[in-house]
């Protein structure tokens, strides 16, 4: 967050902006018609994948995971996503120009990019967060708090 102090409402605004821009774009995309409503979805599914589930997994499961793990980690795996389809998705090598004989890597279809961002992301989150310093005692307790909520207080 840029602003952690800001008021409720100007938070909910600015939140409310951020969507209609990421609406806009989406309708944008959609209106050139680069694919079928398969491969844009499919590629959208990759992305998630690549870009957060790692950063989830280990940012619950593993104490050790901190904020440059997770950061780079999403890049990575994005990165790499982003990377194979647009060396192996027909229009996306149009768009950027890609002149190159496509390369598919294992036979994978660019409609399952994300199968190779996910292990990255995993690899980077590790390696990163080893190589920097642990999560505070407090954030650490914090995940703890998430992977076992005291359902003692949620009865009260």
């Known amino acids: 967050m840029i602003d952690p102090n800001a008021p409720t409402a100007r938070r909910v605004m600015i939140s409310k902006i951020l969507l209609l821009i990421v609406a806009l774009a989406a309708a944008a995309v959609a209106a050139q018609k680069p694919a079928d409503i398969l491969f844009l979805v499919s590629a959208a599914f ?9 950063a989830l997994v280990l940012g619950i499961f593993w104490k050790r995971a901190n904020k440059w793990g997770a950061s780079l980690g999403m890049v990575a795996g994005l990165g790499v996503t982003f990377y194979y389809m647009v060396t192996t998705q027909p229009w996306l090598r149009g768009v950027f120009g890609v002149t190159s004989p496509v390369e598919l890597w294992w036979g994978i279809q660019p409609i399952s990019a994300g199968l190779f961002g996910v292990p990255v992301g995993f690899a980077v989150i590790i390696i990163v967060s080893l190589l920097t310093p642990a999560p505070t ?13 005291d359902l003692k207080l949620a009865k009260a």
Not at 46 to 54: K, L, Q
Not at 139 to 146: A, G
């Open 46 to 54: 990759s992305f998630a994948a690549a870009a957060f589930f790692p």
């Open 137 to 149: 005692r407090q954030t650490q307790e914090l995940v703890e708090h998430v992977r076992y909520p």
